[in-house]
């Protein structure tokens, strides 16, 4: 093979399924050192010494956020739970929907997606820590023989479901009555919610998602995970802001990773997460 044929195949193992480049973020999430109360209060030791990401960048542009709307997630595990913070700058902390599982991007809102190979976790919490879950199946994973062909469970025509596609892998299923077992999460507002007349600093999540059930997520990987196991995972956040900052309508969404497109159901463009054995108290002395 020529140098150019090969550069060339090169250039194609590094591009992804939606062209961009392989640039993808990767994430050593170290054990935690001690019992994590979900308070959304993130003052635990683990917290404190815990690597936080970079800020999250523009979902189409991959910019930075201006410093009023920067936010950054930091994960820890155990051998019970994968535990998520974000932290969120925020002048204006607000949100309206008290209702489970209602439409949470109409607030502000900060999000998680997991993914399964053939499946993947959605959720989304505003500020009122009110929740919004959807487990997704990929059509082309709804074959005989799986879990997903013919237990009642996954039957679209039983279940409450929303559809959706895209055009690296095609049709998928979400279904909205699915609800991660254990699941537990909160929220703690530095300022003072739904009063626009102060300026807040902002406000953190605290989430913990018990390895228990992520047995539809693990595919052939361990629960909890191995040492060196990698997970495809992607936080993001959404806000209402003026037209001049808005990315899509009236509105800014921010992500690990630049998607390129307004799409958060992007599997492919999640941040390689690492799973480690070290502690983070260890990594201190």
Known sequence: MSRAAIL???????????????DLQHYTCFKASGPI?????????SWQA????DPLVGILDGEAAQPEYETRVALLWDDTCLYVAFDISEQNVWAT???RDSKIWKDNDVELFIDGGD???EFEINAFNTIYEVFWVWDDARVAGSVFYDAVEWDPEVQNVISGSAPERGARLGFLDWDFPGLTHAVHVSGTLNKPDDVDEGWTVELALPWAGMELLAGERSLPPKPGDVWRIDCSRFEHVPPELAHHGKTA?????????????MPWRFTYVHFSEKTVGALQK
Request: without cysteine; negative net charge; glycine residues 12%.
């Open 50 to 53: 815990a690597p936080w990401s």
């Open 119 to 121: 499946t993947y976790y």
């Open 97 to 99: 929907l008290t209702v």
């Open 37 to 45: 109360t979900v308070d959304g209060r993130l003052d635990e030791p």
């Open 8 to 22: 060339v195949v090169a250039l194609l193992l590094v591009i992804g399924g939606n062209g961009l480049a392989e």
């Open 253 to 265: 969404g921010w992500t690990w990773n630049k998607h390129g497109r307004w799409d958060s159901h």
